[in-house]
């Protein structure tokens, strides 16, 4: 046993082992700068596409996010090829296997293909873009990132839907043109309803005046409703994209206090109690 390890050339295998590792720890620098630059000229290449005329900041984003998805994949294969390299491996075999592998997965993993597919023809039809509200797989919420295999969905809570792109049957996308606020305001059934709508009408106006988001209204449409105990008036607007939301809430707000104001009751539960003595 002693004779077999004297007769190693523990020397050249020292200087095979240490060859090696500073060959890996090259590839990682150059793999590390290569992947700052590439970042960095993909993310300053959209932002300048972006300013021009004829693709929107949104649709920018969302092919900087999905070229930098397939530059890191591209990247992290390279790197895999140039290290199996060091070690003698054949690349050949190993760029071979990765053809064979597409094949099985071609034939066996059919949801991946097709989450690749649908992935392909969202971003081929601009379907939505990052920083739209949408509405996909029944989830609402802001679109963080869309990718070949699933697409990211940030939800008004704060949580993060990942969806599978082939779940993706159905989408509604919001954020394509002006948005409607609506704010239905209940009276009593004792309240004269044309002098409602003129008080109401009259907030309308001045918040249309104070609000630069609002496109087109405020406008009290009529009754929309009649309820048990009150009389509903619905008030419309359009509204730029994502402030639908805010004017709803001026609106309540600013009408609420305008009819205060007017003594025009804003009818609520009232809870009648009965006290029955008994007879001594």
């Excluded at 992290?76 to 050949?92: E, K, P, R, T």
């Excluded at 044309?194 to 988001?213: G, L, M, P």
Aim: charged content about 20%; some cysteine.
């Amino acid at each position: 046993m002693n004779e077999w390890l004297e007769g190693i050339d523990w020397a050249g295998i020292s200087v095979v082992i240490m060859t090696a590792v500073l060959q890996i720890i090259l590839i990682l620098i150059v793999f590390l700068i290569i992947r700052a630059i590439g970042k960095r000229f993909i993310s300053s290449s959209f932002n300048r596409m972006g300013g021009q005329r004829g693709m929107s900041a949104g649709r920018a984003r969302t092919l900087e996010k999905l070229s930098l998805n397939v530059f890191s994949y591209a990247l992290g294969f390279m790197l895999v090829i140039f290290i199996a390299d060091i070690f003698n491996y054949n690349v050949s075999a190993l760029i071979a296997g990765a053809g064979i592998l597409g094949l099985a997965i071609g034939f066996g993993a059919q949801g991946l293909v097709s989450d690749v597919v649908t992935g392909f023809f969202l971003l081929l039809e601009r379907q939505l873009e990052v920083d739209e509200y949408v509405t996909v797989a029944g989830i609402d919420g802001i679109v963080e990132g869309v990718g070949l295999r699933n697409t990211r969905i940030r939800g008004f809570d704060g949580t993060v839907h990942f969806i599978p792109n082939r779940e993706i049957s159905t989408l509604s996308n919001h954020s394509r043109s002006n948005m409607q606020a609506i704010a239905d305001i209940s009276i009593a059934y004792d309240e004269n309803i044309d002098e409602a709508i003129s008080v109401i009408q009259k907030v309308c106006d001045r918040i249309a005046s104070e609000d630069e988001t609002i496109v087109e209204g405020p406008h009290v449409i009529g009754v929309q409703s009649l309820g048990d105990s009150d009389v509903v008036l619905r008030v419309i607007a359009k509204t730029v994209n994502m402030e639908q939301w805010a004017v709803e809430r001026k609106l309540r707000k600013e009408i609420k206090e305008a009819l205060d104001n007017h003594n025009i009751e804003i009818p609520f539960p009232h809870q009648v109690y009965i006290h029955k003595e008994e007879k001594a």
